[in-house]
């Protein structure tokens, strides 16, 4: 008898203490890849988020915020049952979703239905969002970085038709080439021949001999770095001197050590420049960074730091912790600086300024910030 | 399609083809001693590429003298490979010998992915192979002009070998008749490590020449072209050396020509690369160049 008083005794102080916490803190999930096939981007944006609380300190609207991190196993069925566990067990108020987008769309449903806000840092097809309130990316879409390439083909580099050598086994290459063949051809542009390649394949001479007799202003590749590397190189050994413009799986060092001198001129657009910040917080981002891990940040950090800033920002704006409303401040957020760059969020989807960069010197250059409406 | 336009195809599809067919040499040498298919082979031939890398790169030695130590390696692997794993299994059946071919090659490829990782390299070539020269109108890297030359001096070398050496004397013996051989006092062991020294070299020269075209090399890269060039040893008939050069050429023409001529199916390539394979398994087995033997089962 006395023990179970002491147990009821214990349970209570244990379930006050709960209690007392709770109206102090504010919990944020995190479903993350920590392991699993895709490790190494949830690794890199919880790396991103824990360095951005180091800026911009873990309080907000006086409360003090607390992570708390599920690990997703690179697994579609596991994402939704962290999701459930972080909403039903851990009673966080919102999620900084997974970060790919087969994971992205097991847990979005979920959330959906538990009216929780979630905001995945790097999930980019359009369907992650589409017909859902609650469900928001930090990354831009596969149709918005194909329209911005689109668009800088035809206004800056005056091309008037365009080739597209897409990949057909990623859906994201495959996206990439119809959005941008759609806004090419929208803006009054030309796309002359269409062709295709498969991850892993090395010779390119049969689609490129196509092209090149077609003979277009632009080459548009929206591929990933391994196949962009030598594609230059085919091009260019085939006699083309045009432009080749790609996209950002060009984003790696690898480029420049297969690619060669055939990589220089090559344009792509991306998600933001690692050596110049575009705001303020950016560049503290990117100083800090280099301070901790003497080497440039990557582009899945900084969007996982962009996630937890506008999280952040609209529960300040919201001076709630109700999910709903959270919810309703996210959606109004404009304006905002985040890593990499000035953020507008519309049906969950940010609008924010395309970086193109140019190779020049085994080293990506700033050309411009694109602003796509 | 323009002229101009269906040479440069054309020309396309010798340069991937001449790539092929040096490696179908290799596999067509082995296969015509010890009636194996060294699935190795294709490894031997990452290996030759990483090697003759690491020679360039970290000990800065001159280019020529980087494959050659490369190929020289690969000499030796291809005789380690030999004496750990085949020659234990020289007196069990067939398919214990093939079976341990494709651990050999899985074990070679996944200690590539743990020691250098999966992130592909690039591959420094000399102005000799990347020169792209212009001849009426199609432009040709030199690397296409070296591989058939190089193919042909192998080949003659090995005819030279084959046919008018003791060793070759002894390999063909070796083919014929293994246990015979033994019997006239002919140390078996050592012309079949002779042969896959001569394999594994040739292994490293198509690996090298394949990272002068396509001057990435990982881990993984031999996995295609090893199938590819093994698709064309049993097209041109597999044991004959002038058939799977012919068979390399085969097969590089038609996945090239099949992108060229029907874009739609570009994903189809290397489908379409193995569907000649089966035809021709299921319709002339022996190849175009290869006797059909009759095997006891």
Known sequence: ?373 | MQWTALFQQFMNGVSVGSLYALLAIGYTLVYGILGLINFAHSDVFMLGTYFAFFMIGVFLLPWWLSVLIGVALCSLVGMSIERVAYRPLRNAPRISALITAVGVSFFIENLGLVTVGARPKGFPRPDLMKNVYTILGARIQGVTFWVPVISVLILLALFYIVYRTKIGMAMRAVSRDMETTRLMGVDVDRVILYTFALGSALAGVGGVLWACKYPQINPLMGIFPGWKAFTAAVVGGIGNVVGAMLGGFIIGLAEILIVAFFPGLTGYRDAFVFTILIIFLLVKPGGLMGEATKEKV
């Not at chain 1, 083909?153 to 990949?167: G, H, P, V, Y």
């Open chain 1, 1 to 373: 008898m006395k023990v179970f008083v002491v147990l009821l005794l214990c349970a209570g102080l244990l379930l006050g203490g709960v209690a007392l916490a709770a109206e102090e803190v504010i919990r944020i999930g995190a479903n993350l890849e920590m392991t699993g096939a895709v490790a190494a981007y949830g690794q890199m944006i919880w790396e991103g988020i824990n360095l951005i609380r180091e800026i911009v300190g873990d309080a907000v609207a006086g409360k003090k915020v607390e992570l708390v991190l599920v690990d997703n196993k690179s697994d579609p069925v596991e994402a939704a049952n962290a999701t459930t566990r972080l909403i039903d067990k851990e009673g966080v108020v919102a999620i900084i979703g997974p970060a790919i987008t087969k994971n992205m769309l097991a847990a979005a449903p979920i959330c959906e239905e538990k009216q929780i806000p979630i905001i995945s840092a790097t999930a980019t097809n359009p369907l992650v969002t589409q017909g859902r309130k609650f469900v928001f990316r930090a990354c831009f879409t596969d149709p918005y970085q194909g329209a911005a390439a689109a668009k800088f083909a035809f206004e800056d580099l005056k091309a008037k038709t365009a080739a597209i050598l897409s990949d057909i086994a990623q859906d994201y290459c495959v996206a990439l080439g119809n959005y941008f063949k759609e806004a090419f051809e929208k803006q009054g542009g030309k796309v002359v021949v269409e062709q295709h390649c498969k991850t892993g394949d090395q010779d390119f001479s049969a689609q490129l001999t196509t092209i090149i007799n077609a003979n277009p202003d632009l080459i548009y590749v929206p591929n990933y770095y391994t196949e962009i590397a030598l594609i230059c190189r085919q091009a260019r050994d085939l006699g083309y001197e045009g432009i080749i413009l790609s996209a950002d799986g060009a984003d790696a060092p690898e480029l420049f050590d297969v690619g060669g001198d055939a990589v220089e001129g090559l344009y792509h657009t991306a998600a933001w420049d690692a050596t110049k910040g575009l705001t303020e917080i950016g560049q503290k981002y990117i100083d800090l960074y280099r301070q901790k891990f003497g080497k440039d940040p990557n582009m899945f950090g900084a969007l996982g730091a962009d996630a937890y800033l506008i999280l952040l920002n609209a529960i300040e704006r919201a001076g709630s912790i109700d999910s709903a409303k959270i919810r309703d401040a996210m959606e109004d957020t404009k304006d905002l600086d985040v890593v990499t760059g000035r953020v507008t969020i519309e049906n969950g989807d940010p609008i924010k300024p395309v970086v193109v960069r140019k190779v020049e010197n085994k080293r990506f250059v700033v050309v411009k910030a694109l602003a796509v409406e």
